[in-house]
């Protein structure tokens, strides 16, 4: 069977000599990749990493109201894409960084969801606010605010990912016992 | 502080329009990027992730003698990158296919590792062989053989991220207990 290429990147000319590239199945492959039609360099597309922390202080859970698109103006968690050379906890810590000015620590691996469709792996943490004082907007940020769980804007919130991660971790939260969970949505 | 830009990848024209790339920070940025001096088209590079499988016939391990580059000719489990639009899971079963004919089952998150030098993630399932006759060398492996403990080639072995995993495996069996494990190789 051959894997047709579906992507959201544009891959026109060749990253390595310039030329036009077209669409075909290397030899031994099974799949269809961007290939250079002069010098043959393919070129690979893989899915990203996407790090991010559920992030309580007590009761309260962190959230970040989004300023840039993708969901300009609604909620989420600290999260963005891995950058090459740092772990999966250090691009979480990052993030929180960056969306959130806020430290954290007691992270622990919480969730792993793969978002098929759109080639994504959402891997989040749980994770302790190091000072309930000390967070502010980033720049990718309007507001960041801490939520008591009845107060947190479901409607609101940007991605179902994030939504279905603090819904299961308010859950297990409550029946008091946490456990990591790999799922795929998609 | 701005990260420097170090990677093994060539960007040296642009996917979009075919144009030269610079090497700079983008505004807002905090890091370089292959940005096309033309169209400004800003080409990110992000980890890769390599799913795979520690798979087991009752006490024995299933192997794979590599027949390419890298590591050809020396010993590691079925893994491979992830391709978009699979889940870890279904990248780890179709790399089991791919380089040992075989099919697994029972299979539960094992070890995450960051490569960070590289820029891969390591993403292990461990798992059970659907049945101990039937596995055979894909195209990339030139023998799989089924392994008891005191005859694994630890001296041949292709990764030191799967000597490890491995190793930690072997061990938490020995003791009766397997725990998910998040690390990292610098």
């Keep these: 069977m051959i ?18 590239t077209r669409i075909g199945v290397p ?10 039609q002069t010098c ?11 790090a991010g922390s559920i992030i309580t202080h007590e009761e309260q859970i962190l959230l970040c109201k989004r300023a840039i ?10 999260a963005g894409f891995l950058e090459n050379h740092e772990s999966i906890q250090q691009g979480s810590i990052r993030e929180t960084w960056e969306e959130a000015r806020a ?8 969730q792993i969801t ?4 759109i080639g994504q792996i959402y891997i989040i943490y749980r994770a302790i606010l190091d000072d309930p004082f000390t967070f502010a907007p980033g720049p990718e940020s309007l507001v960041v605010e801490l939520f008591d769980e009845v107060s947190i804007p479901w409607d609101d919130m940007a991605f179902r990912v994030i939504k279905t991660s603090l819904g299961r971790f308010l859950e297990e939260r409550a029946a008091g016992t946490f456990t990591m969970s790999v799922d795929t949505l998609e």
């Design 3 to 20: 894997h047709k290429l579906h992507t959201g990147l544009p891959v026109k000319f060749c990253n390595l000599c310039g030329s036009r």
């Design 27 to 36: 030899e031994g492959d099974d799949r269809e990749r961007h290939i250079c």
């Design 40 to 50: 043959g360099y393919i070129q690979y597309q893989n899915p990203k990493v996407v």
């Design 69 to 78: 698109e993708p969901r300009s103006g609604y909620w989420t968690i600290p």
């Design 103 to 110: 430290g954290i620590t007691d992270m622990h691996l919480y």
């Design 114 to 117: 793969n978002l098929t469709r």
